[in-house]
């Protein structure tokens, strides 16, 4: 199994700031990446899909990139609808697998 | 608009086997686009992809979990379902249905049921 490897497990962030989450691959998975929002007691929500190409209706200030075994999902200007978990998954090689998750927490 | 509804008990005996159905409504159930996938979640964890069933039936499973699953597709109830035989308190979780794309991502998910295996 493909092993994904989130960091930070946590970050503390104010509304307004940047925020950056980054994703490590155990072995090659190119552009097969994506990202998922999960609020408490909600099931996960697809933000980006392919590394970089953003889901219908998910807000521009959501971005992804990356390649290989390296990608980041950024959020440019968090909102207070943002603070929430997030997953890596990579969609390379069975089985699919997910990232630890990373939470947003308010600072 | 695509929706999924999970459905079946909440409460599993050890050693006895856990089934749930997915319905699917707003979209097709048999098109070749798209992977039927179960999910689960336990409860404070991350996410474990169990395994999926395609429109012609033919299924992949998570390798952890094969021994002791089944996924199911009946088309003209526009459902499909999950069995776990021999259960134990390590498959407590929320289990979620989930479309797959060809992209081998989640674009629609049930709104999850917990399934707590418990004497």
């Known amino acids: 199994d493909i092993q994904m490897t989130q960091s930070p497990s946590s970050v503390s962030a104010s509304v307004g700031d940047r925020v950056t989450i980054t994703c490590r691959a155990s072995?090659?998975?190119?552009?097969?990446l994506a990202w998922y929002q999960q609020k408490p007691g909600k099931a996960p929500k697809l933000l980006i899909y392919t590394a970089s190409t953003l889901q219908s209706g998910v807000p521009s200030r959501f971005s992804g990139s990356g390649s290989g075994t390296d990608f980041t999902l950024t959020i440019s200007s968090l909102q207070p609808e943002d603070f929430a978990t997030y997953y890596c998954q990579e969609a390379n090689s069975f089985p699919w697998t997910f990232g630890q998750g990373t939470k947003v927490e308010v600072k | 608009q695509v929706q999924l509804q999970e459905s079946g008990p909440g409460l599993v005996k050890p050693s006895q086997t856990l089934s749930l159905t997915c319905t699917v409504s707003?979209?097709?159930?048999?098109?070749?686009?798209?992977?039927w996938s179960w999910i689960r979640q336990p409860p404070g964890k991350g996410l474990e992809w169990i395994g999926y069933?395609?429109?012609?039936?033919?299924?992949y499973y998570n390798p952890s979990l094969k021994s002791r699953l089944t996924i199911s597709l009946d088309t003209s109830k526009r459902q499909f379902s999950l069995k776990l035989s021999s259960v134990t308190a390590a498959d407590t979780a929320v289990y979620y249905c989930?479309?797959?794309?060809?992209?081998?991502?989640?674009?629609?998910w049930g709104q999850g049921t917990l399934v707590t295996v418990s004497a």
């Open positions: 072995q090659d998975i190119s552009r097969w």
């Open positions: 989930a479309r797959g794309v060809t992209t081998a991502n989640f674009d629609y």
């Open positions: 707003g979209g097709s159930i048999s098109s070749g686009d798209y992977y």
């Open positions: 069933i395609y429109y012609s039936g033919s299924t």
